[in-house]
Each structure stands twice: as C-alpha cells, then as structure tokens.
C-alpha cells in the first residue's frame, strides 16, 4: 500500500519517513471527505477503521515531535514506525471493503425501494 521507497538509517531518514507516512493518511482521510463519503458509507468495523487510521497518524506525528528531540535514531524506532504502517495498511484496506460493500449495499435498498415505488403506480 505505501509506495516503495529508500530512506536513510538515519535521523533525518526516520523523520521524513514519518513525515511521508502522516502525509499520505491526511491525504487518504481529504480523498474520502472530497468524495463525498458519508458517515452513513461505512459499516460499523470500517467506522472503527477510520477512527484507527486517524489515531496511527497521530501517534506517528507524535512519535516525530518526540524524536526530533533524540540525538539519534535505534533500528527499534524503525520497526515502531513500520508496525503502525502495518496498523495503517489494515486501517486503509478495511475501510476501502466496508465503504464498497456499504455503498452496495445501499445501492440494492435505493433500487429495491424505487422498484417498489413503480410497481405502486
């Protein structure tokens, strides 16, 4: 889901890495608000996912603002940005499936009804 891409093992490394990752989460959230997706466009579990997704890119932002403080970066940091990318992944991957198959779903009632409302005429 995140593009391919090479950072430095380096402080700079890790925090345009977090930069990048928060980036794409806002840029993911506006996509759906410019759709014009609906509170209503997700089930239950993918509601839950967005919520999730929100608070991964916080935690990846404070996570930045806590290491640009640090004189250095460990391989642990690493690994704790990539186990929320992991967490953003399932986040993105959920709600792409709720919102689909909420959309059907609303697609087959909006279609029933109107079949209803022709066949009253």
Do not use: N
């Given at each position: 889901m995140?593009?391919?891409r090479e950072y430095p093992s380096t402080k700079e490394g890790l925090l345009q890495l977090i930069k990048d990752d928060s980036e794409m989460v806002e840029y993911f959230i506006k996509g759906l608000d410019m759709?014009?997706?609906q509170e209503g466009d997700f089930s239950e579990d993918g509601f839950d996912a967005l919520k999730?997704?929100?608070e991964s890119e916080v935690l990846?932002?404070?996570f930045g603002e806590l290491l640009e403080k640090e004189e250095g970066v460990t391989e642990n940091d690493f690994k704790s940005v990539e186990g929320l990318e992991?967490?953003?992944v399932d986040c993105?991957?959920?709600d792409?499936?709720?919102i689909e198959r909420s959309q059907d779903e609303r697609g087959r009632e909006e279609?029933?009804?109107c079949g209803d409302d022709e066949g009253s005429k």
């Open positions: 995140f593009p391919e759709g014009g997706t999730s997704l929100a990846l932002r404070k992991g967490i953003i993105y991957k959920k792409m499936f709720r279609a029933e009804v």
